[in-house]
Nanobody, 121 residues
Framework: QVQLVESGGGLVQAGGSLRLSCAASGGALSRYMMGWFRQAPGKEREFVAYSRWSPWGGATEAYADSVKGRFTISRDNAKSTVYLQMNSLKPEDAAVYYC???????????WGQGTQVTVSS
C-alpha cells in the first residue's frame, strides 16, 4: 500500500507560481497512475491532472481544461515523487490540492492529506 505526502502549498499572488510535490512510499511509483485533484471551500473535489507511465512509452499526461497550458504534472520515478508546477495562478485556483494514486485505469485508491494553495488577487 502506497502512502502519499504532499508539500509545497502556500500563499502566492495572482500571476505567480508554485510547485507542489507528492512523495510516495510503500510502492514503486512506476506502477501507479498518479493524479492531482483539488477542492475549494463549498465545492466538490475536481480533477486537475494525471500522469501515467509505461516502460515502453514513458510518461503521458492529461489536464483539466481549466489548468491546461498553465499547470504541468511530472514524475521522477527514481525519487518516488510527482510534481505539479503551477504557473499564472488565478484566485480561482485556490484550493486544497490532493495527490492520488491507483494501479487501475480509473478510480484512485490512495490519497494524500492535501496541501493548501491560496492565491491573493
Amino acid at each position: 500500500q502506497v502512502q502519499l505526502v504532499e508539500s509545497g502549498g502556500g500563499l502566492v499572488q495572482a500571476g505567480g507560481s508554485l510547485r507542489l510535490s507528492c512523495a510516495a512510499s510503500g510502492g514503486a511509483l512506476s506502477r501507479y497512475m498518479m493524479g492531482w485533484f483539488r477542492q475549494a471551500p463549498g465545492k466538490e473535489r475536481e480533477f486537475v491532472a494525471y500522469s501515467r507511465w509505461s516502460p515502453w512509452g514513458g510518461a503521458t499526461e492529461a489536464y483539466a481544461d481549466s489548468v491546461k497550458g498553465r499547470f504541468t504534472i511530472s514524475r521522477d520515478n527514481a525519487k518516488s515523487t510527482v510534481y505539479l508546477q503551477m504557473n499564472s495562478l488565478k484566485p480561482e485556483d485556490a484550493a486544497v490540492y490532493y495527490c492520488a494514486a491507483t494501479t487501475r485505469n480509473s478510480g484512485y485508491d490512495y490519497w494524500g492529506q492535501g496541501t493548501q494553495v491560496t492565491v491573493s488577487s
